[in-house]
């Protein structure tokens, strides 16, 4: 059963238990009552309830804004809801009832019924703080109760994320010593083949070093390197038909990123852009400033076409290591623009030693 569904029915509980109560207590005082009045009757009992009820309530709407306006309320609000309530309830029972025949005191004097005012405002008042008070601890219980078991979530969520990234380091590391005799192997055939085998196994060593760092955050410089190892290793896949455009401004230094933020985009480019045309080449920016990286990548379209959703798992990653890196203090923008696909990052106050 849903948390929502919980709240609701509480919700509904809570008028029926209100209800209850003020029955029994109608029922408590008309049996008092009765022994020394026998001429007393259920509307007798009923209509001087309802003002006691009503100030009840009163009471408890000006306590809670007790967080709002401050003890001065509390105490101001207690001699002005007395003063207006006992104007009214006078002229309910002295006028409105004795109109429909209901009798409540027999006597007009003005001073019992001030006395008996006090008495029964007090009451209320008392009443009021205590309901106002179990209330308000049974609302902070179940406020930390939420809060104990979104942190239990928040624990088991990560205790599932460190078991699926601990399987997912199996094939990484068998791929990384896979290539690496692979490497060896070529070496003795090809080097230009083995020299691409090494910038492979690079990128893969990069991979598994990356998540080592607690921060989740790796130097701009470290990126910047796998980076172009991997626009060399697509260089020579596509030969002479491919066009890049990249180029870095500023100091690469004292900078840092998630690990691969400009890889996981760059490689969405090459896997499903269009790089033959030489008037649209894919364009890859990075300007580095003392408090900001800001990185741009823009490809043209297969004319297949492409739609945003096509690299959305790992954009998706993407924003969730940099909400754990740059919480608030990022910008990212993907779409899709006169044919080109680009996509651009900002990270503001990201000067940080790696």
């Known amino acids: 059963m849903s948390k929502r569904l919980f709240i609701s029915e509480d919700r509904i509980r809570m008028p029926q238990l209100h209800v209850l109560i003020w029955l029994l207590y ?111 601890t049974f609302k902070k219980e179940r406020e930390n109760a939420a809060l104990k078991q979104q942190e239990l979530k928040t624990q088991q969520e990560k205790l599932q994320y460190e078991y699926a990234f601990l399987r997912s380091q199996i094939n990484p590391h068998f791929l990384h010593n896979t290539l690496n005799t692979l490497f060896s192997e070529a070496l003795e055939y090809s080097p230009e083949l083995a020299d691409n085998i090494l910038k492979l196994s690079t990128i893969m060593r990069y991979s598994l070093e990356a998540v080592e760092h607690e921060s989740g955050k790796v130097s701009v410089q470290k990126e910047l390197e796998q980076l172009q190892t991997l626009i060399d290793i697509h260089n020579l896949r596509f030969g002479n038909a491919g066009n890049t455009d990249y180029r870095v401004q500023g100091d690469v230094t004292n900078q840092s990123v998630p690990p691969f933020s400009f890889i996981t985009i760059v490689e969405n480019a090459f896997k499903y852009g269009d790089l033959k045309d030489p008037e649209h080449p894919l364009t890859i920016r990075i300007v580095l400033q003392p ?57 503001k106050a990201a000067k940080t030693h790696v």
């Open 26 to 136: 109608a029922a408590f005082i008309y049996i008092t009552n009765k022994l020394t009045r026998p001429d007393i009757t259920v509307l007798n009992v009923l209509s001087y309830l309802l003002p006691v009820c009503i100030t009840f309530y009163v009471s408890v709407y000006c306590l809670n804004l007790y967080k709002e306006k401050g003890v001065w309320w509390s105490i101001v609000s207690f001699f002005i809801v007395f003063i207006v309530i006992g104007v009214i309830v006078y002229a309910y029972i002295y006028f409105l009832l004795p109109s429909f025949g209901i009798i409540i005191y027999s006597s007009k004097n003005f001073k019992p019924f001030i006395q008996q005012a006090i008495w029964d405002y007090v009451h209320c008042f008392a009443f009021a703080l205590l309901y106002f008070y179990i209330n308000q």
């Open 291 to 347: 408090s900001e990286v800001y990185f741009y990548c823009s490809n043209k379209i297969k004319t297949m076409g492409i739609q945003l959703s096509s690299s959305n798992i790992g954009i998706s990653n993407l924003g969730k290591r940099l909400d754990v890196a740059f919480k608030d203090r990022y910008t990212m923008n993907a779409r899709q623009e006169n044919g080109l696909y680009i996509f651009e990052l900002t990270i």
